[in-house]
């Protein structure tokens, strides 16, 4: 009987859900108190429930100042390719979102909007001949409604019941009520099932076109990265048949990332709760067998000193993952790569990764970085080799110092500074340098036989360098060198061929952790391409995230003893470190 009477329940709710929350008058919600806690069962209870717990969600996010990192690639129809980017645009700011809707910017160079520009991610207030992209204005899409979501300004519809990953959700259309005001949103919500928290939000602020500017077509998601808490992660905008005022098509694709929520555990302030202070006798007597340091031994401890400030203030500051699986990957090619060529490198060299999108590569003292965007871009591990080879021979050959951050002040930036005070460019001298003992290495490498297809990535980048500047273009370090010799040797680029893959879209091979900063390889699978135009080098795509609950690290698996050899088949053996391979 128990196990019949929870099923009913569940059919009784989800006939309930069935019902259109249109056809309820006003005086049935006003009649009913908003539900907070207990069993749902009642459209009525479902969407008071929503309503209650979306007001939480906008307290909750005011909290937080994560770092936004918006993309924009202008578009232009194209008979083979269906549409191709023409030009783009590159935001990176950390948010104030105790503030309001405030993007504070770290690239120096774009104009701050004003209050009226808000709300609308293309502004107009420059003058009705030209037009701007305003960041705030993207950063607003992490928002469904700040100012009036209820009843009384809004209808709500219930659509069906769906899982979005592994979550269940349930899906409403929402519309703004007559009369409800400017800025309200219109299109569908996705509601996880147990919090009743908005998960995805999918549509357009209406009025869509004002004196101001516009209001673009947006789909936003959110994560799960602690328990009960949920918080903005990605933002996809589209355009492909909007005017502007003069009658101009405006066609773009967008992405917003958000990450560093948690940046004071970056800090290493929770290393101070774990901090084992050791007796007295015992210090004394690790220090007793210390010796003196030569002036070289010295010298050395001074430059990886460097070495360690600027990384730990990266990764303090949001810019900088902590260390972790893509990591290992690279330093896997690393190895490949001195094995190989029998190079004996003291001290080893490690590897990390940039959070940023733009394509690039540096290294500092002992440790080279490159950036999530190029990793995102490259079509094969021949390519990742290339790219790692380049910073390895910098560090070789040109040696770079860090004698400038050896004292602890010059490393101590906010995020918002960290560009405008960090450079690790190296000099056209340098470059032309590393280039030479790169290419050497790599002939002698286990790549060698595939330096073709390397060849088609940077003949693909040299032909998008006039349209996608701000992606090609590096903000901490350096371009992807020319290496004009492997180049030559590629066969011509065909972007009609489907097997010839020179580069990949955004956002193909590493997941960001909005919460950690941690990054971690996509996990998908290889998909056949059905035309040349799903090839689309460099370009924006959809996000379609996979959605799981936050789980704690660690509690995946059973610990009981008794269910060892079933934890064992659920949990999946590890990967042998290796470069990610095409798609």
Partial sequence: MRTWKTLSIS??????????????????????????????????QAIDRIIAREHDEVATIRHYNPIVETYIQDMKPDKDMGAIPVKDHYFLGQANLASGVVDNNMLGTSKKSGKLDAINPISHLSGYFSSSYMP????????????????????????????????????????????????????????????????????????????????????????????GLWLPAFVFSQESDLKDFLGNNVRFKSQTRLWGYDLKSASHEQ????????????????????????????????????????????????????????????????????????????????????????????????????????LDALPDEASLATVIAQELADII?????????????????????????????????????????????????????KLGNVGLFLKQLETEQKNLPALINPQLGNHVAALDVLAGSAPALSPDKLDQIAALPIGSRVKLDPWSDKVELVKAKPVSLLSAREKMPFQVTPFEPFLTRYEKPGTQVTADPNKADLAKEQTPAPAAPTAPAAQ
């Avoid at 989800?14 to 259109?20: E, K, Q, R, V, Y």
């Avoid at 979005?164 to 899906?171: H, I, K, N, Q």
């Avoid at 673009?216 to 990265?225: A, G, I, K, Q, Y």
């Fill in 397 to 449: 050959v040109t040696k770079p110092s860090t004698d400038q951050w050896g004292f602890n002040d010059t490393t101590n930036v906010s995020t918002v500074e960290a560009l405008s005070h960090f450079s690790f460019r190296d000099t056209p001298g340098d470059v032309q340098m590393a280039s030479d003992k790169a290419v050497e290495l790599l002939k002698n490498s286990p790549y060698k036989d």
């Fill in 136 to 227: 705030e204005g993207f950063l607003q899409m992490i928002y469904l409604d700040t100012n009036g979501f209820d009843r009384q300004h809004y209808q709500f519809d219930y659509v069906r019941s769906e899982f979005l990953g592994d979550v269940r959700c349930l899906s409403f259309d929402v519309n703004p009520l007559p009369k409800s005001g400017k800025g309200r949103f219109k299109g569908r919500i996705w509601v996880e099932d147990q919090g009743y928290t908005i998960v995805r939000f999918n549509g357009v602020y209406t009025p869509i076109a004002g004196i101001n500017g516009f209001n673009l077509h947006f789909d936003s998601w959110r994560l799960n990265v602690q328990p």
């Fill in 11 to 44: 059919l009784v709710f989800a006939g309930a859900l069935a019902i259109s929350a249109a056809a309820q008058s006003p005086a049935d919600s006003q009649a009913q108190p908003p539900a907070t806690s207990g069993a749902v069962t009642t459209v009525n």
């Fill in 271 to 374: 290393e101070l709760t774990e901090l084992t202070v050791e007796a007295p006798d015992t210090v004394q007597g690790q220090g007793s067998s210390q010796q003196d340091r030569s002036p070289i031994e010295a010298e050395r401890e001074w430059q990886h000193q460097a070495e360690v400030n600027v990384i730990d203030r990266l990764q303090r500051i949001g810019l900088l993952s902590p260390p972790g699986e893509v990591d290992k990957v690279l330093e896997t090619v690393v190895n490949n790569l001195e094995v190989t060529n029998n190079l004996d490198i003291e001290p080893d060299v490690h590897c990390r990764t940039l959070l940023t999108g733009t394509l690039e590569s540096f290294s500092i003292g002992h440790t080279i970085v490159v950036s999530r965007g190029l």
